[in-house]
């Protein structure tokens, strides 16, 4: 990203950026920036692959989006509620919950304090069969 992209209240705001944002919005799991990009040429767009992956890591980045790395190491992306949270993630179809895991935050707490380290920030998701793939 150039300065000239930035104003003081944050990454300038384009049609492209619009776009993406759009096309992220309408997600219903978490996808790649291929996968969006894929997407979004589908439905007429010329916005292009190096364009879609810096803005999706500059909005992730930005706290816009969250982003995970799935089981076969490629970052996906998807908009979400505010909050720390984690998630559920089906291997199947892609089916997403966010949950909330107090106990763990405790735990992470906890292991942190025992090892004198402060301000633990941790990324953990689930990846499992959710009921209705199992079901098939």
Same mark, same amino acid.
């Given at each position: 990203? @150039? ?8 990454? /300038? =705001? @384009? ?7 759009? $096309? ?11 996968e969006?990009? *894929? ?6 767009? &010329?916005?292009g ?7 999706l =890591?500059?909005?992730?980045? &930005?706290g =816009?989006? *969250?982003?995970?790395?799935n089981?076969d190491?490629?970052v996906a992306?998807r908009? +979400?509620?505010?909050?720390?949270h984690?998630?559920?993630i089906? /291997?199947? +179809?892609a089916?997403?919950v966010?949950? @909330?895991?107090?106990q763990?935050? =405790?735990?992470v ?6 090892h &004198?380290f402060? /301000? ?8 499992g069969? +959710?009921? *209705? +793939? $199992?079901?098939?």
């Amino acid at each position: 990203m @150039t300065s000239t992209d930035l104003t003081p209240a944050g990454p /300038r =705001q @384009t049609r492209q950026r619009a776009e993406i944002r759009r $096309a992220v919005e309408e997600l219903a799991s978490f996808a790649t920036a291929q996968e969006i990009h *894929d997407r979004m040429r589908h439905n007429g767009s &010329g916005v292009g692959l190096a364009t879609v992956y810096r803005t999706l =890591q500059s909005m992730a980045g &930005g706290g =816009q989006l *969250d982003s995970i790395r799935n089981p076969d190491g490629q970052v996906a992306y998807r908009t +979400c509620s505010p909050g720390h949270h984690h998630h559920l993630i089906c /291997r199947t +179809c892609a089916r997403t919950v966010e949950v @909330t895991v107090p106990q763990l935050e =405790q735990l992470v707490r906890g292991l942190a304090a025992d090892h &004198g380290f402060s /301000r633990i920030d941790h990324e953990v998701e689930f990846f499992g069969t +959710c009921a *209705d +793939c $199992a079901a098939r």
